[in-house]
């Protein structure tokens, strides 16, 4: 991926710094142990103006996270909402990607965190196609990872942290190194668990299919919005357990997420997957996704706040 874009400032405990100030001690706790939570948001340049997709069931997920990981955010759900919006706002950007995070800071350094504050940051930037220029249309070649997602109660899955992460730092890796886009992982049971960063979906003669929420998924907002748009078309959608094989012999698979969007998969383990392109199916969930993100149209379920 090409480097970060700079932009002009980041809201860092509730006042607005200059980007590369931004900064943190190398002995605070998120550091070494990973404990931050965080989300991945989206503000679209649409029709009526710059809007962030889902603002608040992002920040409710990143308030759900954080309860997991017994961390108190030191701000309420509508302060945080606004500094987001604030910090689009002040840094000019009619379309962007937002990243708020919450993490230990400096204070002690045993495993147990409690001692350490909670600071708050958010960042925006100018952000592309997460899977490439052409994946939306031409779709992307992914891979069977040899790594597994966590076993249930062992990492909260519903938590979007910082280190559950790293099972899909190596995920990714090792799929990019072996010449692929995206892997998929398989859960302990060897069932279809999801992509590195996104969720999964199979068609199936007009059916689609899609992992449990139990069945070591974060459960996307992305998800949610397809599932939602699919019944909305006519199409039948079933969360139920997938066999690893059962996406080889789709018709479409398509992975869902805030960075991805709606991208769709040709190959899967160097096999086809239909004809090896974008399927009628998920081009029409497609299609409607960016109608709705553009405000192109009526915004049935109050998904877009105008920044």
């Not at 000019?92 to 600071?119: E, H, M, N």
């Amino acid at each position: 991926m090409p480097p970060m874009p700079k932009s002009d400032k980041i809201w860092f405990n509730g006042e607005l710094v200059p980007w590369d100030e931004a900064r943190i001690h190398v002995l605070a706790h998120v550091v070494h142990y990973g404990s931050s939570v965080f989300e991945g948001i989206r503000c679209y340049n649409t029709k009526k103006g710059p809007a962030v997709f889902r603002l608040e069931e992002h920040v409710d997920r990143l308030f759900d996270s954080a309860k997991i990981y017994r961390m108190e955010i030191p701000y309420g759900r509508q302060q945080i909402c606004d500094a987001i919006l604030e910090t689009i706002r002040s840094n000019k950007l009619d379309a962007c990607y937002v990243r708020p995070i919450c993490f230990r800071g400096y204070g002690s350094l045993g495993v147990d965190p409690t001692t350490c504050p909670v600071d708050t940051v958010i960042a925006v930037w100018e952000w592309g196609q997460y899977l490439g220029d052409d994946a939306l249309k031409k779709g992307v070649s992914v891979c069977t990872s040899s790594w597994n997602r966590s076993a249930p109660n062992t990492l909260p899955n519903l938590a979007k942290a910082g280190g559950n992460y790293l099972n899909s730092q190596l995920v990714r890796m090792e799929a990019n190194l072996n010449g692929y886009d995206e892997g998929i992982v398989l859960g302990t049971d060897g069932l279809v668990s999801e992509g590195s960063g996104e969720n999964i979906f199979a068609v199936k003669a007009g059916k689609i299919a899609t992992p449990m929420s139990y069945q070591s998924i974060l459960p996307g907002i992305t998800r949610h919005t397809a599932i939602t748009i699919a019944r909305e078309l006519g199409f039948e959608v079933e969360a139920r357990p997938i066999p690893r094989e059962f996406l080889y012999v789709a018709d479409e698979v398509f992975f869902t997420g805030t960075a991805a969007e709606i991208s769709p998969i040709r190959a899967i383990d160097q096999i086809q997957i239909g004809d090896g392109t974008r399927g009628p199916i998920t081009e029409k969930i497609q299609a409607r996704f960016f109608e709705t993100i553009n405000a192109e149209v009526e915004d049935r379920h109050g998904w877009l706040t105008f920044v």
